[in-house]
T-cell receptor
Framework: RKEVEQDPGPFNVPEGATVAFNCTYSNSASQSFFWYRQDCRKEPKLLMS???SGNEDGRFTAQLNRASQYISLLIRDSKLSDSATYLC????????????FGKGTRLSVIA | GAGVSQTPSNKVTEKGKYVELRCDPISGHTALYWYRQSLGQGPEFLIYFQGTGAADDSGLPNDRFFAVRPEGSVSTLKIQRTERGDSAVYLC????????????FGPGTRLTVL
């Protein structure tokens, strides 16, 4: 089982739709979790950290389920500009261990 | 302020040649990371520097890959005897300290080995 697994998509959704991505991780001792966004042929950028209590930033909501070892990202009222690849990122062992990136989930928002 | 910069943006080389890729991190960031991203994959960790020293080089695929950061700022990733399988985008990131701090990525160097 890979350390971080994501559905690669693509998810094709109309503007205004709500879309959710899940990501599973294999190491139950994982400490920190993030969602990064990567536009085509660009570098990844941090979208949001994922906290145990869940967190929300505008139209974006991230949640963590430690018991089932998955994290999720919900995007409400999708915009064309949300089209990108969303990378699930896990820190398996704490501050000094490398981040592990998933392959990414591709989202296309269509007019 | 300036973000992470990488040069060159594109590099085409022939199999067997030596290449150097440069990363200039955000000023004041002590931690610097190199990743490799192949098509359809997420970034894959290569090596991490804290200051001048390589704190973790467990991701380097073999001894053809080497990286330095002599003054604790700019870093160079060096690849000897390049192979076609080395073709990928090489990303550099920096952060203030630990892996859990926000990492800021540079635009990457697209390496093509013919």
């Amino acid at each position: 089982r890979k350390e971080v697994e994501q559905d690669p998509g693509p998810f094709n959704v109309p503007e205004g739709a709500t879309v959710a991505f899940n990501c599973t991780y294999s190491n139950s001792a994982s400490q920190s979790f993030f969602w990064y966004r990567q536009d085509c042929r660009k570098e990844p950028k941090l979208l949001m950290s994922v906290y145990s209590s869940g967190n929300e930033d505008g139209r974006f909501t991230a949640q963590l389920n430690r018991a089932s070892q998955y994290i999720s990202l919900l995007i409400r009222d999708s915009k064309l500009s949300d089209s990108a690849t969303y990378l699930c990122v896990v820190n398996p062992g704490g501050g000094n261990t490398p981040l592990v990136f998933g392959k990414g989930t591709r989202l296309s928002v269509i007019a | 302020g300036a973000g992470v910069s990488q040069t060159p943006s594109n590099k085409v080389t022939e199999k067997g040649k030596y290449v150097e890729l440069r990363c200039d991190p955000i000023s004041g960031h002590t931690a610097l990371y190199w990743y490799r991203q192949s098509l359809g994959q997420g970034p894959e960790f290569l090596i991490y520097f804290q200051g001048t020293g390589a704190a973790d080089d467990s991701g380097l695929p073999n001894d053809r890959f080497f990286a330095v950061r002599p003054e604790g700022s700019v870093s160079t990733l060096k690849i000897q005897r390049t192979e076609r399988g080395d073709s990928a985008v090489y990303l550099c990131a920096s952060s203030q300290g630990l892996f859990t701090d926000t990492q800021y990525f540079g635009p990457g160097t697209r390496l093509t080995v013919l």
